[in-house]
């Protein structure tokens, strides 16, 4: 996505014959638009009524900007270290604080859904509309297939701060009654949306529920959602374990954002993600910025492949932090008879399902099994209904001691994923009971 100066030059091509960019030699165009937005006490009202008009076209014309640029961008099958972090995100429940409108993260997900399994047994999608809230309330459902599951906990939570191109109200709405959204349903690739449906109560008619790019955003903060992102963010900020920045400069203009970073406890781990983050000794620059608020931080990835390489790094960890899952902590005497399982699906299309792993010998690999819902959900145990005993790793379907004992030291767990040819690997696992039996769920990322 653009930054702000390249987006004021696109905005400058696009409406040069409706509006008067009048910018001073090296002037910003968030300093541009801020003044045109503010009244001047010099000038007659309806000059600044023109000005103000020529900003909310300018702020409407953003999002049509943005609209083309994140189909461009997510016109090609996604890359492979964003599918990792999407997968990253949703094993470790993350939580994404984010001051962009677009909704690539969105398509993110909804291209390679991640999936789990839920306390009856059943395995479903996590979806990109499901892990963006709080949001405004979407339209009615219309179609069965439509994806109109509410929000979900059970994977990782993206906060729009600055709000996002599927978000509307009417404009000067100080409360934000009138806040609808329309559901994210494109993925990367072919840009076909997943399903399709009527805008039967015209909510693309509205404006964008975009807060502007200028310095002072006060106004703009007004309404209910806006305060309950917005704290919500604080009371996650003030609680974190770590923190990293991923290509935010977090200039002192951005009052409001500045000011929440400052909310970390003292001695927070605090990371950067950037191609170039500066030094601590550098005003302007991002390791600059933070010291400036007494947050010392610390560079996780510079250069060009920065975030490809901080991803490559995050899941290497997760592979060698796993054999001290605290969810291995089984008795011996049963740690052979609770099955390993995973849940993915076709695409977002089609039901996802349950699996378990098997040693495929002549491949060299481990492959998935479906794993029927009667058999998860009868209180016969594994062993019973599978012929399992105390077996060594490689035969039949593999259980938490064949699991333990693969990954002790280090070694990656991999296997092929049921609906394509390429392979994933464990990166976490959640202790599950369903009717009173355990089953480990396998959280897991693309590895080719």
Known sequence: MPITNELGQALRARLSHEVDFDLYPNQTFEDWLTLQITPLPFLQGFENSRRSANAARVIAEIAQVLDEKVEDASSSVSELWLQQLVALWHAERAVVLTFNYDTLLERAVNDNPPSIIDPTGHARHILGDHVVFPAPSPPPVQLADDMTASHSDESFEILKLHGSLTWYWAANDSSGSTLIRVREKKGYGANTALTTETDFLGITSLDRYLI?????????????????????????????????????????????????????????????????????????????????????????????????????????????????????????????????????????????????????????????????????????????????????????????????????????????????????????????????????????????
């Open 212 to 448: 502007p790019p200028i310095t002072s955003k006060d106004g703009y903060y007004g309404s209910y959602l806006a305060n309950s992102i917005w704290r919500k963010a604080r009371s996650y900020i003030s609680s974190a374990s770590a923190l990293t920045l991923i290509g935010y400069s977090l200039p002192p203009e951005d009052r409001a954002a500045s000011q929440l970073m400052a909310q970390a406890p003292a001695n927070t781990p605090f990371y950067v993600v950037d191609r170039a983050p500066g030094s601590v000794d550098t005003p302007a620059s991002v390791l600059g910025n933070l010291t400036r608020l007494g947050i010392s931080g610390k560079a996780a990835g510079t250069g060009p492949e920065c975030l490809p390489d901080f991803v490559s790094k995050k899941i290497q960890e997760a592979i060698q932090r796993l054999p001290e899952a605290p969810e291995f902590q089984l008795p011996d005497s049963n740690s052979w008879d609770v099955v390993v399982a995973v849940a993915e699906g076709q695409s977002w299309w089609a039901s996802a399902f349950t699996y378990m792993l098997q040693w495929n010998e002549q491949e060299g690999h481990f492959e998935a099994a479906q794993l029927g819902y009667d058999l998860m959900t009868t209180e016969r145990p594994y062993s019973e209904i599978l012929g399992l005993e105390a077996p060594s790793a490689g035969s039949g379907p593999l259980t938490v001691a064949q699991l333990r004992h693969h990954v002790d030291g280090g070694k990656p767990l991999t296997f092929k994923r049921p609906h394509s040819n390429g392979m994933a690997v464990c990166i976490g696992v959640n202790k599950l009971t369903i009717r009173s039996k355990e089953l480990l769920e396998l959280k897991w990322a693309p590895y080719s």
